[in-house]
């Protein structure tokens, strides 16, 4: 690690003292004179015309100022990856929850008795809710019959090759083939087969979804977005209502958790609507029954994995066939998802021969869409689980297993990518240290105790765009604006960080105002783990041309070259001669405007995968490029206690090492590992949203449970480790990781409790009931 | 039938007309201006609602307001250290990094300062069942823990 001043160091979070005095501003606190409030008519059937809407008597109640329909919103469509959403339903339902009629009011009452009042009548058709049935070739549903025809919503890749013509519910077929996948087989010593599940998960961030939009007497619109990706939300929505994009400014409020969610901007659209027919302030707040509904949920996965290895543990080849069940309109489910879980299952391992297919698919359920480490967990449950599996079988011991199959630098992964920043053996090698899993711990009485592990790593996805400002003048300081969205990551603090760091000063000493598009550079927002590599190179940027800026002009007043000069404190002065100098806001002055300005964009080129292969170009990968913007790594261990008699699952101990590719702020790299590790037991041991026919029958926080205070093994029980190994291309080497934090602890739980109690539970979460029934399963075949 | 209620909040007597459904939080939030109290749930479980009501954590969404006659009520913004300035338990929560995106910060921290004037020495297992009505998705609760704890000890000064 270098020798730093600010980056590197736990410095205090800047959006911490706001937070704790209550002053912190979210979406929902945003109130405008003569705003009304929206509810939302929802269709209460998973598949269905729209035969008729009467809503001539909520018209008349008292306080209702707008009922907008189907009829009376624009009917071109809009999305996430691929636009098949529309923001009314137009004559066809997909799932329950879509939104069918929309009631402005001046009081959230009135439009709660507005919907009361309107009368629709539907015909319920013919629904499907099963992944699998949806993704054959002749489903008994077809969701999108016009599918072929919409347009991608996404500069990342064109749909053309990615649908599947023989599939008609497929928005998304992603392909990897690498060497010959029967031969690899043939030449294996083990072949074996599993089929793992994942459940439906919901992101549960503390926030309610809000929409906020302020008509503008111009006809230009403000949009506050309780979202992520500001800067591509307002590209789609001024896209999908016709307006220039000038004339849509957002603002991004302090984000109130969000895990993926963000990436469905579901509702947004509505309270643009309803601003445009009124001419008055929106405000659309969610109940947390609509964000279980149309925040997204998590996609389940089938993975049906089979692998061939030699006797000594070496993998041979990898046969992943992959379905996620999306809902009835794609958001990012199917976009990006089935196609990047595929990098997660790229990663970890050198595996000649692989044969991976992954389908995002529609169903009548309601919408899935990304969550925090985009399909790499869910794929990691399969392979992490598989791994003990395989070793246990030839006999072998896992972990040795796992190291002699991780990547090393410089070798080619099972896409074609050239590996760089592996920290996958270190990361293994604190958690062994850590689990000591050889040493098999004591049970007690009905509680069985066993330990488990799993080694993975989380891709960022690329290509992305990222630009920042610093703007340093007399009156205002040091201003730095960049499009990093902070949403609870911290990214605020690592920001000011870096040009605190470029600049000689303390974080204290720069300003961050909150993302707004009338002043913040464009930046593609927080997902994929992208912010820290991508904004943190484009402010690193920007505060290195602010900084030269300074040398230049200090040098020639002090008659030096600038690479005498250092910049401390807010003073420029001669190295070596402290006595020579001139102050930063004496410079101002020099500059036009009394303001040094610094630009930065992070530009990269990056290869595209071959959409049949989905491998990079041997050449551009030769030449350095990649697919991917990065790897972080990690490692999960674990010991838990089974309870023989009832099947339930105590998590004593629980362990993560992460390569961050460095640290640039280790307190608040421990906030998102141990934020991961969290979400992780969740997710593992109970998490799981339940649907009948397309219905969610645990909508609230009383019946779909998230960890509590209880539900966490104590802080001494609780570790994080690093095992950073710095990125080239990362600022100061790093690299985003706070979705690999999540990653593997799935399969590390699974692990354990095979290890304890000797029964593997190949779908999470793993409940009691599940591991009680294994059980008695184990003992019936005895 | 709405009905006038007084009841003061954060030191100040306020004079309210409150509609019978009205939760304390809708009145905190929607009439008082006072935004620093969340909500996240309005069943009760998330705790990022929570207040002090005469010195007891309430969960202000479940809360009748009318019930909050000629009562005390103490929100964040009115949450203060005993010289003015920050409270220790905020400080806490800044210093030890408990905060990420902040929506339940200031329902922990009303939660943890009832949690302390009840039990001015609590094991971090004291922590955890005092808390455990508050949800966070962020932190693993990690840190928060470590606040409270840390924060017992800057009261107890």
């Given at each position: 690690?270098?020798?730093?001043?600010?980056?590197?160091?736990?410095?205090?979070?800047?959006?911490?003292?706001?937070?704790?005095?209550?002053?912190?501003?979210?979406?929902?606190?945003?109130?405008?004179?003569?705003?009304?409030?929206?509810?939302?008519?929802?269709?209460?059937?998973?598949?269905?015309?729209?035969?008729?809407?009467?809503?001539?008597?909520?018209?008349?109640?008292?306080?209702?100022?707008?009922?907008?329909?189907?009829?009376?919103?624009?009917?071109?469509?809009?999305?996430?990856?691929?636009?098949?959403?529309?923001?009314?339903?137009?004559?066809?339902?997909?799932?329950?929850?879509?939104?069918?009629?929309?009631?402005?009011?001046?009081?959230?009452?009135?439009?709660?008795?507005?919907?009361?009042?309107?009368?629709?009548?539907?015909?319920?058709?013919?629904?499907?809710?099963?992944?699998?049935?949806?993704?054959?070739?002749?489903?008994?549903?077809?969701?999108?019959?016009?599918?072929?025809?919409?347009?991608?919503?996404?500069?990342?890749?064109?749909?053309?090759?990615?649908?599947?013509?023989?599939?008609?519910?497929?928005?998304?077929?992603f392909r990897i083939r690498k060497g010959d996948i029967e031969k690899g087989f043939?030449?294996s010593?083990?072949?074996?087969?599993?089929?793992?599940?994942?459940?439906?998960?919901?992101?549960?961030?503390?926030?309610?979804?809000?929409?906020?939009?302020?008509?503008?007497?111009?006809?230009?619109?403000?949009?506050?977005?309780?979202?992520?990706?500001?800067?591509?939300?307002?590209?789609?929505?001024?896209?999908?209502?016709?307006?220039?994009?000038?004339?849509?400014?957002?603002?991004?409020?302090?984000?109130?958790?969000?895990?993926?969610?963000?990436?469905?901007?579901?509702?947004?659209?509505?309270?643009?609507?309803?601003?445009?027919?009124?001419?008055?302030?929106?405000?659309?707040?969610?109940?947390?029954?609509?964000?279980?509904?149309?925040?997204?949920?998590?996609?389940?996965?089938?993975?049906?994995i089979k692998d061939g290895v030699?006797?000594?543990?070496?993998l041979i080849a990898r046969k992943m066939n992959i379905?996620?069940?999306?809902?009835?309109?794609?958001?990012?489910?199917?976009?990006?998802?089935?196609?990047?879980?595929a990098f997660g299952a790229a990663g970890t391992y050198r595996i000649p021969n692989v044969k991976l297919d992954s389908?995002?698919?529609?169903?009548?359920?309601?919408?899935?869409?990304?969550?925090?480490?985009?399909?790499?967990?869910?794929v990691?449950?399969?392979i992490?689980?598989?791994?003990?599996?395989?070793?246990?079988?030839?006999?072998?011991?896992?972990?040795?297993?796992?190291?002699?199959n991780?990547l090393?630098?410089?070798?080619a992964n099972i896409t074609g990518e050239?590996?760089?920043?592996?920290?996958?053996?270190?990361?293994?090698?604190?958690?062994?240290?850590?689990?000591?899993?050889?040493?098999?711990?004591?049970?007690?009485?009905?509680?069985?105790?066993?330990?488990?592990?799993?080694?993975?790593?989380?891709?960022?996805?690329?290509?992305?765009?990222?630009?920042?400002?610093?703007?340093?003048?007399?009156?205002?300081?040091?201003?730095?604006?960049?499009?990093?969205?902070?949403?609870?990551?911290?990214?605020?603090?690592?920001?000011?960080?870096?040009?605190?760091?470029?600049?000689?000063?303390?974080?204290?000493?720069?300003?961050?105002?909150?993302?707004?598009?009338?002043?913040?550079?464009?930046?593609?927002?927080?997902?994929?783990?992208?912010?820290?590599?991508?904004?943190?190179?484009?402010?690193?940027?920007?505060?290195?041309?602010?900084?030269?800026?300074?040398?230049?002009?200090?040098?020639?007043?002090?008659?030096?070259?600038?690479?005498?000069?250092?910049?401390?404190?807010?003073?420029?002065?001669?190295?070596?001669?402290?006595?020579?100098?001139?102050?930063?806001?004496?410079?101002?002055?020099?500059?036009?405007?009394?303001?040094?300005?610094?630009?930065?964009?992070?530009?990269?080129?990056?290869?595209?995968e071959?959409?049949?292969t989905g491998q990079?170009?041997?050449?551009?990968?030769?030449?350095?490029?990649?697919?991917?913007?990065?790897?972080?790594?990690?490692?999960?261990?674990?010991?838990?206690?089974?309870?023989?008699?009832?099947?339930?699952?105590?998590?004593?101990?629980?362990?993560?090492?992460?390569?961050?590719?460095?640290?640039?702020?280790?307190?608040?790299?421990?906030?998102?590992?141990?934020?991961?590790?969290?979400?992780?037991?969740?997710?593992?041991?109970?998490?799981?949203?339940?649907?009948?026919?397309?219905?969610?029958?645990?909508?609230?926080?009383?019946?779909?449970?998230?960890?509590?205070?209880?539900?966490?093994?104590?802080?001494?029980?609780?570790?994080?480790?690093?095992?950073?190994?710095?990125?080239?291309?990362?600022?100061?080497?790093?690299?985003?990781?706070?979705?690999?934090?999540?990653?593997?602890?799935?399969?590390?739980?699974?692990?354990?409790?095979?290890?304890?109690?000797?029964?593997?539970?190949?779908?999470?979460?793993?409940?009691?009931?599940?591991?009680?029934?294994?059980?008695?399963?184990?003992?019936?075949?005895? | 039938?709405?009905?006038?209620?007084?009841?003061?909040?954060?030191?100040?007597?306020?004079?309210?007309?409150?509609?019978?459904?009205?939760?304390?939080?809708?009145?905190?939030?929607?009439?008082?201006?006072?935004?620093?109290?969340?909500?996240?749930?309005?069943?009760?479980?998330?705790?990022?609602?929570?207040?002090?009501?005469?010195?007891?954590?309430?969960?202000?969404?479940?809360?009748?307001?009318?019930?909050?006659?000629?009562?005390?009520?103490?929100?964040?913004?009115?949450?203060?250290?005993?010289?003015?300035?920050?409270?220790?338990?905020?400080?806490?929560?800044?210093?030890?990094?408990?905060?990420?995106?902040?929506?339940?910060?200031?329902?922990?921290?009303?939660?943890?300062?009832?949690?302390?004037?009840?039990?001015?020495?609590?094991?971090?297992?004291?922590?955890?069942?005092?808390?455990?009505?508050?949800?966070?998705?962020?932190?693993?609760?990690?840190?928060?823990?470590?606040?409270?704890?840390?924060?017992?000890?800057?009261?107890?000064?």
């Open positions: 690690m270098g020798d730093y001043s600010v980056v590197g160091k736990s410095v205090a979070r800047v959006d911490a003292l706001e937070k704790v005095t209550g002053k912190a501003v979210y979406c929902t606190d945003i109130k405008l004179p003569g705003m009304l409030h929206v509810k939302v008519l929802r269709s209460p059937y998973p598949h269905a015309k729209i035969i008729s809407i009467d809503a001539s008597k909520a018209a008349k109640l008292s306080g209702v100022k707008c009922i907008l329909t189907g009829d009376d919103v624009p009917s071109n469509r809009y999305g996430s990856v691929v636009r098949d959403s529309t923001i009314l339903a137009q004559g066809v339902v997909r799932a329950v929850g879509e939104p069918v009629v929309a009631v402005a009011a001046e009081t959230l009452e009135a439009a709660e008795e507005a919907l009361e009042l309107i009368d629709v009548k539907y015909e319920p058709l013919p629904a499907m809710f099963n992944a699998e049935e949806a993704v054959s070739t002749k489903p008994p549903v077809v969701i999108h019959p016009d599918l072929f025809k919409y347009e991608p919503a996404s500069s990342f890749f064109k749909l053309g090759k990615r649908l599947d013509a023989d599939r008609p519910n497929v928005v998304m077929h043939e030449e010593d083990l072949v074996m087969e599993n089929r793992f599940q994942t459940a439906r998960i919901q992101h549960c961030p503390m926030e309610l979804q809000v929409s906020v939009v302020e008509p503008e007497p111009d006809g230009s619109l403000t949009l506050w977005v309780s979202l992520t990706m500001m800067h591509p939300a307002r590209t789609e929505f001024s896209r999908l209502f016709n307006l220039p994009v000038d004339k849509v400014r957002a603002v991004q409020p302090y984000v109130g958790g969000s895990f993926g969610r963000s990436s469905t901007r579901s509702e947004l659209p509505i309270a643009i609507a309803m601003a445009m027919k009124t001419g008055k302030p929106i405000k659309h707040v969610f109940t947390r029954e609509e964000m279980y509904y149309r925040a997204g949920n998590r996609i389940p996965f089938t993975i049906d030699k006797k000594d543990g070496t379905i996620l069940g999306g809902g009835g309109s794609a958001e990012f489910t199917v976009g990006l998802v089935a196609r990047n879980c389908y995002g698919v529609y169903t009548n359920n309601p919408i899935a869409t990304g969550f925090r480490g985009l399909g790499t967990p869910e990691t449950f399969a992490e689980s598989h791994m003990d599996m395989l070793a246990e079988k030839l006999g072998i011991d896992p972990v040795e297993m796992r190291r002699k991780i090393r630098e410089g070798e050239i590996t760089h920043s592996i920290g996958a053996q270190e990361c293994l090698s604190k958690i062994i240290d850590w689990l000591k899993p050889a040493q098999k711990p004591k049970s007690e009485g009905v509680w069985k105790k066993g330990k488990g592990l799993a080694v993975t790593n989380k891709y960022t996805l690329a290509p992305s765009t990222a630009s920042a400002r610093v703007e340093i003048s007399r009156e205002e300081g040091i201003a730095l604006y960049h499009g990093a969205e902070e949403v609870g990551q911290g990214c605020d603090t690592v920001m000011a960080q870096i040009t605190a760091e470029i600049l000689g000063v303390s974080v204290e000493g720069i300003k961050s105002p909150p993302n707004d598009t009338s002043h913040t550079p464009f930046d593609s927002g927080a997902y994929s783990s992208r912010q820290t590599y991508w904004s943190g190179n484009a402010v690193k940027l920007a505060s290195e041309d602010a900084r030269r800026q300074v040398l230049e002009k200090a040098g020639s007043i002090l008659g030096v070259s600038p690479d005498q000069l250092e910049m401390k404190g807010g003073l420029v002065y001669v190295k070596g001669k402290p006595g020579s100098k001139i102050e930063l806001s004496d410079l101002c002055g020099k500059f036009p405007d009394g303001k040094i300005v610094g630009n930065g964009t992070m530009v990269q080129e990056f290869a595209a071959d959409p049949e990079i170009d041997p050449k551009l990968a030769a030449e350095g490029k990649r697919l991917n913007t990065s790897y972080a790594h990690t490692a999960k261990g674990v010991e838990v206690a089974v309870n023989t008699e009832t099947g339930e699952v105590k998590i004593l101990r629980v362990a993560t090492a992460d390569d961050m590719g460095f640290p640039l702020n280790p307190k608040s790299c421990e906030q998102q590992a141990e934020g991961g590790l969290g979400m992780g037991i969740g997710i593992g041991l109970y998490e799981e949203v339940q649907l009948k026919e397309g219905v969610i029958t645990n909508p609230n926080f009383t019946d779909y449970r998230i960890p509590t205070f209880y539900q966490m093994p104590s802080n001494e029980n609780l570790k994080v480790m690093f095992a950073p190994v710095p990125h080239k291309d990362g600022p100061f080497g790093a690299k985003g990781f706070s979705e690999g934090a999540l990653a593997g602890m799935e399969a590390a739980i699974a692990n354990a409790v095979y290890n304890a109690v000797g029964v593997r539970i190949k779908d999470i979460p793993i409940t009691a009931e599940k591991v009680l029934k294994a059980l008695k399963e184990k003992e019936g075949k005895k | 039938m709405s009905q006038k209620i007084k009841f003061k909040v954060n030191g100040v007597m306020e004079e309210v007309n409150v509609e019978p459904g009205w939760s304390l939080a809708y009145v905190l939030r929607e009439v008082l201006n006072l935004m620093g109290t969340k909500v996240g749930c309005e069943t009760g479980n998330c705790g990022t609602c929570t207040v002090l009501v005469d010195g007891k954590a309430i969960k202000s969404c479940l809360f009748l307001a009318v019930k909050a006659k000629g009562k005390e009520i103490v929100t964040i913004e009115g949450l203060k250290g005993k010289q003015g300035g920050l409270h220790p338990l905020q400080e806490a929560f800044m210093d030890h990094f408990a905060v990420q995106c902040g929506y339940c910060t200031p329902g922990m921290i009303l939660a943890a300062k009832a949690l302390l004037d009840e039990n001015p020495n609590p094991t971090e297992e004291d922590v955890r069942r005092g808390l455990s009505g508050n949800l966070c998705r962020c932190t693993g609760y990690v840190k928060i823990v470590e606040a409270v704890l840390a924060a017992k000890e800057m009261t107890g000064r």
